[in-house]
């Protein structure tokens, strides 16, 4: 089935190869219908042991928007980010109530396929984590686990999001060479494009450009707003600027509960809550 | 296409999560097994004649007796060779942290020999002793067990106790020096802090030491007596089960398996009370 | 305390080269490489082949790695990714205890439980006979041994992968088997390596309870069912009649010497295996 999503991301990022026409996931039968095409959190309540980290979190997501959520550190961001792709079930001692809605379907349930969760959630850690294995393998390693084993197929949709990210002019000559070689600002590209090459509906990104430089830091800026178009983006960030040059919609949180959540402009040049008003004033951090 | 993969993911994991289940269960199982068989013919056999007579009649066809012969043969051996063991091993340990600088050549190669010592196996220890004791002119005795089993002790002790010593802050030892204090007394020190770690080492040491078989075959010999002098051979309980568990006679395989379960009993006490202070001690380290 | 430090390495040396100097005449005598292939064994007439020796060993300590491999990575792997804490507090006391028994009281359990299982059960499949003591034993015995010790060094290797790479391989929709298979394994490769160098050195040495259920005869084994004599057994079975004939005791030193030799290389080797793998990681 030719996807028209494919068509357009195709056009942002023209590439050679034939293969990347089609799409080897199949979307999820609820993302072409009307209703709620975000992520939904309903009263959701995240304790470890016995610290409440989340208190009644409601927030509705928009779709193919960046979303950025602020907040001082420890505010709970990250364990938010981390409740959505279900890595916080790990977590000894977590306790959970609540729900959180993707495509009309609770995940926080216990029947949801996890990998088929993480499959749709892409995530982009503070420090870039390569696999230990080449550059190709690192990025064709979520596909093989999800069932790609053709060889062609699999080289087609690495040239695909290389290029996507813009690291194929600088590493197509050493593709078999291990990832962990990469300059860090490379790395985190390539982890971007990792999580692109599954096909996800949303990218989390936490604290994503923290350990790159500023040129870096741009680039991987600059990626997300092409991307917004495809995909629906939420990032956490503690830099303020970062939020206001980039982001279209903004949570601000604050010890665990949304304090505001709303358009860019309407949270930074009026912002109704007290708290909102003294963080972005710079009165706290 | 997305049905057919959960399929196929959840084969695999479920076959895989039954070969851990299996391996783990395998585990416990073999220890019960062994346990569960060296308890139950042991304690058959097992009485208070048993652990205070010595074997009457030669310990290979002798139906009368017990096996004190070889208590207190282990006994004399293991308690000689931990008390050299840890005069020798303590200022091996103290030389090598104190004295020489973190990355000196000299300690590298020491510590490497000893870890080479570490993994030779006993029987070339006891091939070894007995080269020594031929040099020596000693005989299959108590004394030539001594020697071996120092030997196969020392490089247990001074791993042990060593990698507890790295840890050490050197700031005691700076402010002890500052005080004026002499370096033996510096060491004296040193040892009150590490003790908990040098009685672990001792009773993790003594655990391995007391059960070990091919280190006294050749060296230590065999005999129905106590031995009262250096030069007399020893019995020892490993060679006690070794040499009697094959007779013919009901009686001496009895005496094998009491002598098994005896063992068994004193290793598992040296070496789980030589863990629990080890956790007891990790949990109250000086930082 | 110089010397005493010193001591250690003086030692390594002054082993090796006694039990050389002891084992020379038997060197002299025949070529090394008739020693090491010759398959007769019979010191009255002066006969040293000690290759049947060496293949017993190989055959007991193989066999006791096939064994204890597979489940000791499959428990390591459990015990690190799935497992709830709880079952460790069960596992490592298992492991301590089953490390400290002693070589005796396997092999009495050994003689007791496996020779007559495979006597009763095992070999009445296979072929008319088995008596029980064959090579089959002596690798279940030793496989059981080292269990402990190669289990220990695999979930410290395990643990030591950073969260981080776990979470990033599952944060892409990967199991934790997948998880465990494709990430965990490839960055721990050199280690379980070295493990397994470490504990064959360890296994190759284990004397009295693979003596007690090999069967000690002097034959070459060409299947599990039939029984073996590895060079520890040959040093301690005979050490009582070394000094009767001419050679003899230079035989078994020389028997000592070849294990002396071979442990330490395995020992250097896992260590070099381990420097690598530190250096890469830095």
Known sequence: MKNYLFESFKNMFPCDSELANCRYFSPDKKFMKDGYSGIEVQNLNVYIRDNQILKNIDLSIPDKKITCIIGPSGCGKSTLLRTFNRLTDDVEGVKRSGKILINGENILDDNYDITELRRIIGLVSQRPCPLPMSISDNIAYGCKIHGIKNKKQLSAIVEFYLKAVGLWDEVHDRLMSPATKLSIGQQQRLCLARSLAVEPQFILADEATSSLDPASSRNIESLFVKLKNEYSIILVTHILQQAIRIADYVIFMYLGEIIEAGEKEEIFCNPKNKLTKEYISGSFS | ?287 | ?282
């Open chain 2, 1 to 287: 296409m997305k049905m057919k993969l959960k399929k196929t993911k959840n084969y695999e994991e479920i076959i895989i999560k039954l070969i851990m289940y299996a391996s783990t269960i395998t585990v416990f199982l073999a220890l019960a097994c062994i346990i569960y068989t060296i308890t139950a013919q042991g304690l058959k056999a097992l009485s208070w004649g048993m652990i205070s007579k010595l074997p009457s009649g030669g310990f290979y066809i002798g139906k009368e007796g017990g096996i004190l012969n070889a208590i207190v043969g282990s006994v004399y051996i293991v308690g000689a060779s931990t008390i050299i063991g840890l005069i020798i091993s303590i200022p091996i340990v103290f030389y090598l942290n104190i004295y020489l600088r973190k990355n000196s050549k000299l300690a590298y190669a020491s510590r490497l020999s000893f870890d080479v010592l570490f993994g030779i196996p006993s029987i070339v220890y006891g091939a070894f002793g007995f080269i020594l004791m031929v040099f020596l002119g000693i005989r299959a005795s108590l004394l030539g067990g001594i020697i071996t089993i120092t030997l196969l002790i020392i490089p247990i002790f001074v791993r042990s106790i060593d990698e507890i010593a790295r840890e050490f802050p050197h700031d005691i030892i700076d402010a002890s020096y500052s005080l004026g204090a002499t370096k033996f007394e510096t060491m004296k020190v040193v040892i009150r802090q590490l003790s908990p770690g040098i009685a672990t080492a001792t009773l993790l040491s003594v655990g391995r030491a007391i059960g070990d078989a091919a280190a006294v075959m050749f060296t230590a010999g065999y005999t129905d007596q106590i031995p009262y002098s250096l030069a007399q051979p020893a019995a020892t309980l490993p060679l006690a089960v070794f040499f009697q568990l094959s007779s013919p006679i009901e009686e001496v395989r009895a005496r094998a398996y009491a002598a098994a379960l005896i063992l068994t009993l004193i290793v598992l006490i040296f070496s789980l009370s030589g863990r629990l202070i080890m956790n007891n001690f990790s949990n109250n380290k000086l930082k």
């Open chain 3, 1 to 282: 305390m110089l010397f005493l430090t010193i001591l250690s390495i003086v030692l390594v040396l002054i082993m090796g080269i006694g039990l050389y100097m002891k084992s020379s005449p038997i060197i002299t005598a025949n070529s090394l490489c008739k020693l090491l292939s010759g398959t007769s064994w019979s010191p009255i007439r002066g006969q040293f082949g000690f290759f049947p020796f060496i293949i017993g060993t190989i055959w007991v300590t193989g066999l006791a790695i096939i064994f204890a491999l597979p489940i000791s990575f499959f428990t390591a792997s459990y015990l690190t990714e799935y497992a709830k804490p709880f079952i460790k507090r069960f596992v490592f006391p298992t492991l301590d205890i089953l490390a400290a028994i002693p070589s005796v009281v396997y092999g009495v359990w050994g003689t007791l439980v496996i020779v007559p299982l495979i006597s009763k059960k095992i070999a009445p499949f296979f072929t008319s006979f088995s008596a029980g003591y064959t090579v089959l034993a002596g690798g279940i015995v030793l496989a059981i041994m080292i269990l402990p010790l190669l289990i220990s060094l695999l979930l410290e290797i395990f643990s030591s992968v950073s969260a981080d790479l776990r979470e990033t391989s599952l944060s892409l929709g990967a199991t934790k088997w997948q998880t465990a298979k494709y990430v965990v394994c490839r960055k721990t490769m050199p280690g379980i390596v070295a493990s397994v160098v470490l504990s064959i050195s360890r296994a190759l040495g284990e004397t009295i309870a693979v003596l007690m259920v090999c069967g000690n005869r002097v034959i070459i084994p060409h299947s599990v069912l039939d029984s073996c004599y590895p060079l520890p057994a040959l040093i301690a079975n005979n050490y009582g009649e070394m000094l009767s004939m001419p050679l003899y005791e230079a035989a078994l030193m020389f028997a000592a010497l070849i294990l002396f030799i071979v442990v330490l290389l395995f020992n250097l080797a896992s260590r070099m295996i381990i420097y690598k793998l530190e250096k890469e990681n830095q």
